[in-house]
């Protein structure tokens, strides 16, 4: 499952940071998810409650922020917002259209809870 491998990636790279910065633990770990990316949000929140389970993340909350498409048409030079690929442009119909946004899938960021905080 394609959504499996992703959440294993998540996963592993919010460890990784956290080892680099001797974190007892991960609080949080924002996604953005463009709508064109290809991932199964259901599934992917599926993934990621199995995948954690072990790890640094087991307890993490995760926000996940939906990024919409967008497309520039390289015709007429129209953006417009896009749904899926291959949508054709609005105004002139065109389908030279190129993504501007709504493909990306990045961790935004990483909240770790630290040890050695004591006075
Ligand atoms: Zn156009």
Do not use: W
């Amino acid at each position: 499952m394609h959504e499996l491998a992703i959440a294993q990636s998540i996963v592993a790279l919010a460890e990784q940071q956290a080892q680099n910065r001797h974190a007892a633990a991960i609080e949080e770990v924002e996604l953005e998810i463009g709508v064109l990316a290809g991932v199964d949000v259901k599934a992917l929140d599926f993934a990621m409650k199995s995948s954690v389970k072990g790890t640094l993340m087991e307890n993490a909350r995760i926000v996940r922020h939906d990024i919409a498409g967008e497309g520039r048409c390289g015709d007429c030079a129209n953006v417009f917002p896009v749904n899926r690929l291959f949508e054709n442009c609005p105004a002139c119909g065109s389908y030279a259209v190129n993504i501007l946004k709504g493909k990306e899938l990045r961790m935004k960021s990483i909240v770790m809870a630290t040890i050695g905080l004591q006075p």
